[in-house]
Structure formats: structure tokens, C-alpha cells
């Protein structure tokens, strides 16, 4: 299994950035894509952003794009997510995950390793 370990969270004003970096470790051959989520409050788990080890597709929910860039550092097994433009309604616990196999996928079940999540706090 992968090991995934979110930071980078915090409390920021409605309109500041933060980036949060994920650190795979462990079987990390099995892993074909990453995945950004978040979880707020009485909600549902839900898709911020995918990509793949290899190569450059990136994939977004419609709600982030064009505020979040997700980016990778293959020699450090580092993904990131730059939150950029935040608003209250990003206020969320955020998780990345392992994705074993198609590795853009958006839902929560294409998904086998977890990482315990960071939160994210925007103020308004």
C-alpha cells in the first residue's frame, strides 16, 4: 500500500493562497495517479484534482478550475495542490489519494490509499 502525508493547511482570508504538498512513500510503483479531494462539514467527500505520474494531463472539478493548479515532483514522490483565489466555500478538510489504476479518476472509489487530511480554513 501507499503511504500518503498531507500539509500545507491552515486559515487564510477569502482571496489568499496556500499550497499543500502530499509525500507518497511505500509501494509507490502502484500507484498511477494521484488525487486531490475535499470533505467540509455534513458533506460528502468530493473531487478537486487528478493527475498521473507520468506524463502532464491534469483533470479538475469545475469548481477549482482556473484558482487550483495541481503539480507533481517525481523524484521527491511529492504531489501539490496550489490553491490560489480561495474563497469560504473551499473550507474543507483536504485528502490526497493514490489512484491504482485509470489515475484521472473523480470518484472516491478509484481510490485505495489515503492520506489523513489537512484543513483549510477561508474566512471571509
Known amino acids: 500500500q501507499v503511504q500518503l502525508v498531507e500539509s500545507g493547511g491552515g486559515l487564510v482570508q477569502a482571496g489568499a493562497s496556500l499550497r499543500l504538498s502530499c509525500a507518497a512513500s511505500g509501494r509507490t510503483f502502484s500507484s498511477v495517479g494521484m488525487g486531490w479531494f475535499r470533505q467540509a462539514p455534513g458533506k460528502e467527500r468530493e473531487f478537486v484534482a487528478a493527475?498521473?505520474?507520468?506524463?502532464?494531463?491534469?483533470y479538475y472539478a469545475d469548481s477549482v478550475k482556473g484558482r487550483f493548479t495541481v503539480s507533481k515532483d517525481n523524484a521527491k514522490k511529492t504531489v501539490y495542490l496550489q490553491m490560489n483565489g480561495l474563497k469560504p466555500e473551499d473550507t474543507a478538510v483536504y485528502y490526497c489519494?493514490?489512484?491504482?489504476?485509470?489515475?484521472?479518476?473523480?470518484?472516491?472509489?478509484?481510490?485505495?490509499?489515503w492520506g489523513q487530511g489537512t484543513q483549510v480554513t477561508v474566512s471571509s
Open positions: 489519494a493514490s489512484n491504482p489504476d485509470y489515475g484521472l479518476g473523480t470518484r472516491v472509489e478509484e481510490y485505495d490509499s
Open positions: 493527475l498521473r505520474w507520468s506524463g502532464s494531463r491534469t
